[in-house]
Every structure is written in C-alpha cells, then in structure tokens.
C-alpha cells in the first residue's frame, strides 16, 4: 500500500546540477527517516544522504558540500539537492523510506529509482 516514486534525474554536464524529488503515498500515518542511495552496475548500492524526522541529515563523504537532503513532512516528500555534479555521481539515485502504515506496522520502502548521468 506503500510506494516511493523518484522524478528530476537527467543527463548534465559536469559542474551542473539536478533536484531529484521522491514523493511517498499509500496507507501512511507516519514517515521516520528518509534517505537517497545509488548504484550503478557492479558494485554495491551506497549511501547518499539520509534525514532524519526531525531534520538531522548525514552525508557520504562524497557528497558533503555539494548535495543538500531536505523533506517536506506534510506532502511526505523528500528531494535532494545536487550540485557541483561531477561523472562519478552518475548512477541510479533510489528513494529510500521508513513508513509506518496503519495496515501494516513499520516497514522499509523502496523506489524504482531515477538514472542520473553526468558527462564530462
């Protein structure tokens, strides 16, 4: 009853940047942490950044000064903020969220993800 649907990635060039934006809908009461990993083929699924309910973020080392996570409680929307792109950011950005459903309890939902490329 849960979904995470990802939108804004794209193809930019280095040094540019994209706002990608998860929105969460379904059977939801309450949405604890959320957070942006990535992939790309052959290698593990990494963090990103997450935010915490009350705002607190952390950040990959890869990121810090250039990705800002933010949320909006009340669309139950997430979006993260990338600038300063460089071509070893490209990969598949996925949404990722902890819910508490009426229905269900507390679960761990996923995102089809968005592709993020950026050429150098």
């Known amino acids: 009853q849960v979904q995470l649907v990802e939108s804004g990635g794209g193809l930019v060039q280095a040094g540019g940047s994209l706002r990608l934006s998860c929105a969460a809908s379904?059977?939801?009461?309450?949405?604890?942490?959320m957070g942006w990993y990535r992939q790309v083929p052959g290698k593990q699924r990494e963090l990103v950044a997450t935010?915490?309910?009350?705002?607190?973020?952390n950040y990959a080392d890869h990121v810090k000064g250039r990705f800002t996570i933010s949320r909006d409680n009340a669309k139950n929307k997430a979006f993260l903020q990338m600038n300063s792109l460089k071509p070893e950011d490209t990969a598949v950005y996925h949404c990722?969220?902890?819910?508490?459903?009426?229905?269900?309890?507390?679960?761990?939902?996923w995102g089809q993800g968005t592709q993020v490329t950026v050429s150098s």
């Open positions: 990722n969220a902890y819910v508490y459903s009426p229905s269900t309890g507390w679960g761990d939902y």
């Open positions: 379904g059977s939801i009461f309450n949405i604890n942490a």
């Open positions: 935010i915490g309910s009350g705002g607190s973020t």
